[in-house]
């Protein structure tokens, strides 16, 4: 894996689950980050969190895989929130034209009271 990628899951409580990614989110990383998230939500994790705090380094595949996410996770009528991103990964995500489509927040906190209010009201 490209610049130590790395991830982790932080909380998994059906339908919730938060998983912490880190190092530089490269080709191999995203297909890797892909196939776990989906894994997830195929077994009932339906409502997803990410925490990418500590990726230093995005490339355009990673956010190609973040926008992936978001669809597949909608397609299975869940919640997808990406929280406390780097002033370089939003950089790059700006500069490929992505925040629009991307729901990203300040931070895990808020993400999860995101997924928490769509859940009780939606």
């Known amino acids: ?20 990614v880190g190092g530089g989110l490269e080709s191999e990383g995203a297909v890797e980050l892909h196939l776990h998230c989906t894994a997830l939500c195929d077994a009932g994790f339906t409502h997803l969190v990410l925490d990418l705090s500590a990726v230093t380094f995005i490339v355009s595949s990673g956010v190609g895989t973040l926008a992936a996410l978001t669809y597949d996770i ?14 370089p990964v939003i950089n790059v995500i700006d500069l490929l034209g992505s925040r629009g489509f991307l729901n990203i927040v300040s931070d ?4 999860i009271a995101r997924v928490n209010n769509v859940t009780v009201t939606g």
Do not use: C, N, T
């Open 108 to 111: 895990v906190g808020e993400a």
């Open 74 to 87: 909608l397609e299975h009528g869940g919640v997808f929130q990406i929280a406390a991103l780097s002033e």
């Open 1 to 20: 894996m490209g610049r130590d990628f790395w991830l982790r899951e932080k909380q998994r409580q059906r339908p919730l689950a938060v998983v912490e």
